[in-house]
């Protein structure tokens, strides 16, 4: 019902924007609004908390960090600025914005105003609607900030060394070895 | 002045084949000028990034704005990111030109040991089913060589740069002088069974790699064994890789016979009608504009494709007016490079208990299977394809969130196996590669323009790839099968351009004989992918390491004999 209205408000980002070298165009840089803390350089204070709150109910604090321990939304400002093409920058704040005002249609709150189990219910059904599919040129918002957001926390030392077997000089390849009952994922440096 | 400036040999260029030349020159006692218009790049010392972790990039993996818009070109390629973009040309630095509507991408490393650093190192004999092919079907003219004559110089390379692969009695995919094979895992070892049952033709192989997977004590100086780290595009702090910075200078430094002179451009080749000789060559100095001319009794061009082919129609004189040593008109034709981007992947079902240890710098190959014995399909060549089988790691496109989700990413998903291809193209005469006298560069050098395009036997077999792909991984038992192809493929993709001096048996029609020398000057080789009469399907390096060799032993009998 309210669900499926909010997926129809989907914002749409070019995948290939995401994933991908972009092709080359003629880029003006974006237009930089500092946020009151003074760190984040495109996201403002209300985007950041909001950025926040989704990214650690993906990833919440456990025996290992969270997103934001680990400075999940201050590498996505970072993207932001620095990363992607204005057009895909604006399509990201525009999402970030229609994920607010789907919530509030669905929950009669803005997602920063509801409570933990509150933000938990309402993203599980984002989540179950979007994720584990294959999206050909556009994905939806939620699908891209996931992804981001999971790729990040994957590219930090604390996100890397406290939840992966982390193995930047493994030594002779082996191909075909017995893989235990709770093995990590073994990474090294590569990116 | 030009006592000084006198050398036996100038090798012009550093990368792949330039510095198996200085090695050969040097080790056989000729004092030899190796020019390279980049900087110097030494071994480990100047791999800034070969150790760093993901979080010490500011951006991570992620390319920029400006890098994209400085590296318009090179960005595309599959391993140029932050820990790499200092071994690629800044584009805007660096351009060329190609006709609007047939883009082509030319991708660089401007440095000591040039594109050696950041090569993919499948190193691949060609068999006769490359070196007959252009007489068989007529396209292209008949290679003044065969496998036979490569042969001792393949064993010769191989022992030298340490080649990973295994014995497999496969005709068209020759077996080399190998250390052991990067070992299949679980998933391709499940593949590999599946494929053999079902086809007789088509065997999946470890893919033979350029890398010392397992050394006895000294028997790679100052290389030691692969680390399994795969981020050899970063420079390997192991040597574990083939790269001339590794490898060859190296060993051609420690004669005391060797010069390497950086930010040097070879502007032309200075010719002497009545000795009918090259003297030497005339160079601009990139970080003063300063000219200077350099002496030798023999001339090697080793500075890749383009360049090498751009020098010669850049070094006119009365007799070679359309460009030196080309009395054939051919020089600049037939370009050639290898077409990709059809593939296809699925997911294998169960095996969860098994994974494997490293991160394996080589994917694994089946060799070409179209063509071989008879005239088959309705397209000329043929295809081999390239790929593997991994767990799937840390993988954000799963439905899930909180504590267990965060759980579930850390342990491996299900076996995914892919398939890609390298592609034969044929030799075309108007694919062709000219200089612009009208466009220069910031050194006052013509612009390069190329102008190239896969015709109907490309996209032909493109179809006939897509096909075989979808078979294939059917017969593989693999579920979820998804297949792609690209339907313009751009030509350079593969970084693999070739064939703009051809080696031939007639001077008609052709610039070099098969010893890599000009068939109109006697004392001027051309041994890097200029040389190449036809494509093959095969990533070509190794091929032109052997042909280096064998040119470099030539030449160096000639002037011993007092021919050169």
Not at chain 1, 71 to 91: A, N, S, W
Not at chain 2, 109 to 126: E, K
Not at chain 2, 182 to 191: I, K
Request: aromatic share 10%.
């Amino acid at each position: 019902m309210k669900r499926r209205e909010a997926i129809k408000k989907t914002t749409w980002i070019a995948k290939s924007a995401i994933f991908a070298p972009a092709l080359m165009s003629a880029l003006q840089s974006c237009e930089e609004k500092l946020s009151e803390t003074g760190q984040l350089q495109v996201l403002n204070d209300q985007q950041h908390v909001l950025v926040k709150a989704i990214a650690d109910t993906i990833i919440p604090r456990t025996d290992t960090p969270s997103a934001s321990d680990v400075g999940v939304p201050q590498f996505l400002d970072l993207l932001l600025k620095d990363v992607f093409d204005q057009e895909v920058t604006e399509k990201f704040l525009t999402g970030l914005q229609q994920f607010d005002k789907d919530c509030k249609a669905a929950t009669g709150k803005l997602y920063t105003q509801l409570d933990q189990s509150g933000r938990n219910d309402y993203l599980e059904q984002i989540d179950h609607e979007i994720m584990g599919k294959e999206y050909e040129d556009l994905i939806p918002f939620y699908f891209t900030f996931k992804t981001l957001c999971v790729r990040t926390y994957y590219s930090t030392e604390q996100g890397i060394k406290q939840n992966l077997n982390y193995q930047p000089v493994p030594g002779q390849f082996q191909g075909d070895i017995e893989l235990g009952t709770g093995d990590k994922i073994m990474v090294g440096n590569q990116m | 002045m030009k006592n000084n400036n006198r050398y036996d040999a100038i090798v012009v260029g550093s990368g792949m084949t330039g510095g198996w030349a200085a090695k050969e020159f040097t080790e056989k006692g000729l004092s030899t000028l190796v020019l390279e218009r980049g900087r110097d790049v030494k071994h480990i010392k100047d791999y800034p990034t070969a150790n760093m972790a993901p979080w010490e990039f500011k951006y991570r993996g992620h390319v920029t704005r400006e890098e994209k818009e400085q590296y318009f070109i090179q960005s595309y390629k599959y391993n140029f990111d932050a820990s790499s973009k200092h071994f690629f040309v800044n584009d805007q630095e660096h351009r060329y030109e190609y006709p609007e509507d047939q883009p082509f991408r030319w991708f660089r490393g401007y440095q000591t040991g040039g594109r050696s650093l950041i090569w993919g190192r499948g190193a691949y004999r060609f068999s006769d089913l490359e070196f007959e092919a252009n007489l068989k079907d007529g396209v292209g003219t008949d290679w003044p060589i065969r496998y036979k004559d490569l042969t001792p110089w393949y064993d010769y390379v191989e022992r030298f740069i340490g080649v990973a692969g295994s014995i497999e009695n496969i005709w068209q995919f020759p077996d080399g002088q190998f250390l052991p094979p990067f070992e299949l895992n679980h998933g391709e070892l499940v593949v590999k069974s599946r494929i053999e049952a079902h086809y007789p033709d088509r065997k999946l192989v470890p893919d033979p790699v350029a890398h010392i997977s397992k050394a006895l004590p000294g028997q790679f100086k100052g290389r030691s064994e692969c680390q399994s780290r795969n981020m050899c595009h970063r420079g390997c702090p192991y040597g574990a890789y083939f790269s001339s910075n590794s490898s060859t200078l190296p060993a051609a430094y420690e004669t005391g016979n060797l010069t390497l002179q950086s930010h040097t451009i070879v502007e032309s080749i200075i010719y002497d009608e009545n000795q009918d000789k090259v003297l030497g060559v005339r160079v601009i100095n990139t970080e003063t504009g300063e000219s200077t001319e350099y002496f030798a009794r023999v001339i090697f061009l080793c500075a890749s494709t383009l360049a090498s082919t751009a020098i010669l129609l850049n070094s006119k004189t009365p007799r070679f007016s359309e460009g030196l040593a080309n009395s054939s008109g051919v020089l600049g034709h037939y370009l050639m490079d290898h077409h990709k981007n059809v593939g296809g992947s699925g997911t294998l079902e169960g095996f969860e208990d098994r994974v494997y240890s490293g991160y394996r710098p080589a994917q694994v190959a089946i060799p070409r299977f179209r063509n071989v014995d008879r005239q088959e399909m309705d397209f000329l060549r043929g295809y081999g394809l390239w790929g593997g089988a991994y767990r799937q790691g840390v993988n954000g496109n799963q439905v899930g969130i909180g504590p267990e989700f965060k759980q579930k990413l850390t342990s491996y998903g299900p076996w995914n196996m892919s398939l890609g291809t390298q592609a034969e193209c044929l030799p075309y005469y108007d694919n062709k590669v000219e200089i612009d006298k009208d466009n220069r560069d910031k050194w006052g050098q013509p612009m390069i323009k190329v102008s190239a395009e896969f015709k109907e036997n490309e996209m032909l077999m493109r179809n006939d790839i897509k096909d075989q792909i979808g078979e294939i991984l059917e017969v593989a038992g693999l579920k979820n099968i998804t297949v792609y192809q690209e339907k313009s493929p751009i030509v350079g993709d593969t970084v693999h351009e070739m064939g703009t001096a051809r080696m031939g048996r007639d001077p008609k029609t052709s610039v070099l004989n098969g010893y890599n020398q000009c068939h109109d000057i006697s004392n001027l080789f051309v041994t890097d992918g200029s040389c190449m009469t036809s494509s093959g399907n095969a990533s070509p390096s190794l091929t032109y390491m052997a042909l280096t060799v064998r040119a470099c032993d030539y030449a160096v009998k000639q002037m011993k004999a007092g021919v050169i």
